[in-house]
């Protein structure tokens, strides 16, 4: 007798970023949470917000780093993602950044070649500073704004085109903000990361325009030292950059590739861009949305794009509730149907049930018996069930 082998079991696991996420919500502290569900899962599908943690990272072989903007794309359908051994990853670095501090990357940079092995190019430095300022919105969530983006977009394309990249690591100077309340808050484990919206819009506008993935590390002048620093902040302040997780991580982030070939044109250069993404028709052994089995986010960031598209399939979803956010948007606000637990312990049990194809019903002491179907329903519309 011929047995068929099941399909690999994936999950992906979103940790939105700068929501003031209780877990993720700082220098890769869900790095520990990606490590467990990676045992549990052939595939993890996750984004950089999880796996960066400035100069430390944890080689996952089976985890997919995907961008939070593709990871959209992807959840839509629209993307697909194909793993990759090796990717040549080139380097953008801001004109803003002063001498000193630029050299420090660059250092940074050739340590991962030396020492990792990994494959950059040769780096470029935008014609004019990119200008990044920092924002908070009402609900205490981050974000920001870039001032020069046809700037960053006209490096990376250089990138592309001359020096084939096949992925695009982005260094801007943001701004220091020594004394703000928001820094120190963070800086002791209980506020949002300053940073971390403004850096999805610079790699979110990277990846749109160009379908190649990206990450982006921050420069920043090294803080004095504090010694009631939150082990959760701690990452951050190890040295002078936080470059090096970046460039591991896409070093095998997977290439975008999509059903539909067509060029990219972007106006801010003026020109056909985005050849990476165009060069990518659809393959046997692509990943696609319709692979996904379970998505595990956080209970209160349930309004995301990919949360919404994966809602609408067979996924399964996991709701965390000791993950808390600046957000209070529910899977039961949204009428979505989840399974919510605490912890992400309790989620790993989930994922273990779900993967085993075991109702988490069966689990429980108090099994309740089968029930009419007209009853059920009668329930249901009733709003008792």
């Known amino acids: 007798m011929q047995f068929v082998s099941q399909r690999p079991y994936t999950v992906m696991l979103i940790v939105p970023t700068g929501v003031g996420a209780a877990v993720g919500g700082y220098a890769g502290d869900a790095l520990p949470v990606a490590r467990a569900i990676a045992q549990v ?96 919105a009402a609900s205490g969530a981050t974000w920001g704004t870039i001032q020069n983006p046809d700037s960053l977009l006209r490096a990376v394309d250089k990138l592309i085109t001359q020096a084939g990249a096949e992925a695009i ?95 990219i044109v972007d106006q801010t250069v003026g020109q056909t861009v985005g050849q990476m993404g165009t060069q990518n028709p659809a393959q046997p052994g692509d990943i696609w949305a319709n692979q996904v089995d379970a998505l595990v986010v956080p209970a209160t960031a349930c309004g995301g794009s990919a949360v919404l598209s994966l809602s609408q399939s067979r996924t399964r979803l996991i709701t965390v509730g000791s993950n808390t956010t600046r957000m209070q948007v529910t899977a039961a606000s949204l009428g979505l149907p989840a399974i919510a637990v605490n912890s992400y312990l309790e989620a790993l049990g989930a994922l273990v049930a779900h993967r085993a194809g075991i109702d988490p019903t069966a689990l429980d002491p108090q099994l309740p018996a089968l029930q009419p179907l007209d009853k059920t329903l009668n329930r249901k519309a009733n709003g008792k069930c």
């Open 169 to 263: 690591a982005v260094v801007v100077r943001f701004p220091d903000d020594e004394g703000s309340d928001a820094l120190q808050q963070y800086r002791q484990g209980q506020g949002v990361d300053p940073l971390a919206g403004a850096e999805a819009v610079i790699s979110h506008l990277v990846v749109r325009t160009f379908r190649v993935p990206c990450a982006h590390a921050p420069a920043l002048l090294p803080l004095p030292l504090d010694p009631l620093l939150a082990p959760k902040s701690a990452a951050e302040e190890l040295g002078h950059t936080f470059l090096p997780c970046v460039l591991v991580g896409l070093s095998r982030a997977p290439q975008i590739v999509s059903q539909i070939v067509s060029p």
């Open 41 to 136: 899962a052939d595939r993890l599908i996750t984004h950089p917000n999880v796996l960066n943690g400035a100069q430390l990272y944890w080689p996952l072989p089976n985890a997919l780093y995907v961008e939070g903007y593709a990871l959209d794309q992807f959840a839509a359908g629209r993307w697909g993602l194909r793993p990759v051994h090796q990717n040549r990853v080139g380097l953008v670095l801001d004109c803003g950044i002063e001498p000193d501090l630029r050299q420090r990357h660059l250092q940074a940079a050739d340590a991962t070649r030396a020492t990792l092995g990994l494959s950059l190019s040769d780096y470029v430095v935008t014609d004019a500073p990119l200008g990044v300022t920092l924002q908070t």
